[in-house]
């Protein structure tokens, strides 16, 4: 591979993600490292990047064993020219089922070579204290294989032309994927004598389900349970009913 740079492409509500593609490419170790962030609504305003050389590294986080949806529909923004991608998923220590497999052609429908793919485990987006779901994963364990999973890409990169192309990327998963079982609209919802109307809550919400004025309101229809606004409150003022 002539260029030695590394695209990171990913949705990452809660940072888990992004998380484990860094220490991935911190592994590979190419530079420059440019980053798509997915993650906030704006990156819907305007047309996608095209991605024209040297690696990619594309993680979404693992929802009822898919790609989140909102996630499927910002990767379709972006174009890329026969970039090798490295897959990543995340999953909540239940399984990943068919998110890696769709990952995967996704990725091919842009224009990505899928050259290899890994799942990795994450803190559910339900973990707390007394519902320990992987909890603080991934942890230093976690990060220490993204980085040796990294180093070993780097040298499956550096052998390609030795190797006269890229082997068809074979992945778990089923095809039809496993159906997105449909769900009531449910949202996380705001203690009012303990939120502080500081708009962490309304920054972090990756599809805008969120708004902050003199109170907080939230758009159960919108929200996608990714928890991002429970776990990043400065206050602890988002809670979820039901849980």
């Known amino acids: 591979m002539k260029n030695n740079s590394v695209t990171l492409i990913y949705f990452s509500p809660t940072g888990t993600t992004r998380r484990v593609l860094e220490a991935v490419a911190e592994g590979i170790g190419y530079t420059p490292v440019e980053t798509v962030d997915l993650t906030p609504p704006a990156f819907m305003e305007g047309e996608g990047p095209a991605i024209d050389a040297g690696c990619a590294l594309i993680g979404v986080p693992v929802y009822a064993g898919r790609v989140p949806l909102v996630a499927v529909e910002r990767l379709k923004k972006i174009r890329a020219r026969n970039v090798p991608a490295v897959l990543v998923v995340l999953y909540g220590n239940r399984a990943f089922e068919d998110a890696l497999l769709e990952l995967k052609e996704i990725s091919t ?12 485990i994450g803190e559910h987006s339900f973990a707390r204290e007394d519902a320990p779901i992987a909890l603080g994963r991934p942890d230093e364990s976690d990060l220490a294989r993204a980085h040796d999973f990294g180093r070993r890409i780097k040298n499956k990169l550096g052998d ?27 949202a996380p919802r705001s203690v009012v004598a303990a ?14 389900a969120v708004a902050v004025a003199a109170r907080v ?10 928890h991002a606004c429970v776990k990043r409150c400065p206050t602890g003022a988002r809670v979820m009913d039901g849980e």
């Open 160 to 186: 390609h032309s030795a190797a006269g192309g890229w082997a068809p990327l074979e992945v778990p998963g089923k095809v039809p994927y496993r159906e997105r079982a449909p769900r009531a609209p449910a």
């Open 217 to 226: 309101e939230t758009d159960p229809e919108n929200c996608i349970l990714c």
């Open 195 to 208: 939120c502080t109307l500081c708009g962490t809550c309304e920054t972090v919400c990756p599809t805008g």
């Open 109 to 120: 429908d842009a224009g990505f070579l899928p050259v290899a793919g890994a799942a990795f």
